[in-house]
């Protein structure tokens, strides 16, 4: 990868990681670190579901959904 897309791609990795950093901290987890992980993990793999088409939009929401959910009633 050359140095201009290696840039691009860690602007968007930061970019994408604090947008699920300040998702998740509004859901109050115990611990926000390995919540920011686990759904940054699954953002990132819906990402790449997305780019491959081997999951519909509709299922990608019900699963983030679904993830953020326990979260917030985990207490995770």
């Known amino acids: 990868m050359g140095p201009e897309l290696r840039a691009l791609s860690d602007r968007t990795d930061a970019t994408l990681r604090?947008?699920?950093r300040?998702?998740?901290?509004?859901?109050?987890?115990?611990?926000?670190?390995?919540?920011?992980?686990?759904?940054y993990a699954l953002v990132d793999g819906l990402a790449?579901?997305?780019v491959i088409g081997s999951s519909s939009p509709e299922t990608?929401?019900?699963?983030?959904?679904?993830?953020l959910?326990?979260?917030?009633?985990?207490?995770?």
């Open 18 to 20: 604090e947008i699920v």
């Open 22 to 39: 300040m998702a998740v901290a509004r859901l109050e987890p115990a611990d926000v670190e390995l919540a920011v992980e686990d759904a």
């Open 48 to 50: 790449l579901h997305a």
């Open 60 to 67: 990608m929401q019900r699963v983030l959904r679904a993830t």
């Open 69 to 76: 959910s326990k979260l917030t009633h985990s207490g995770a």
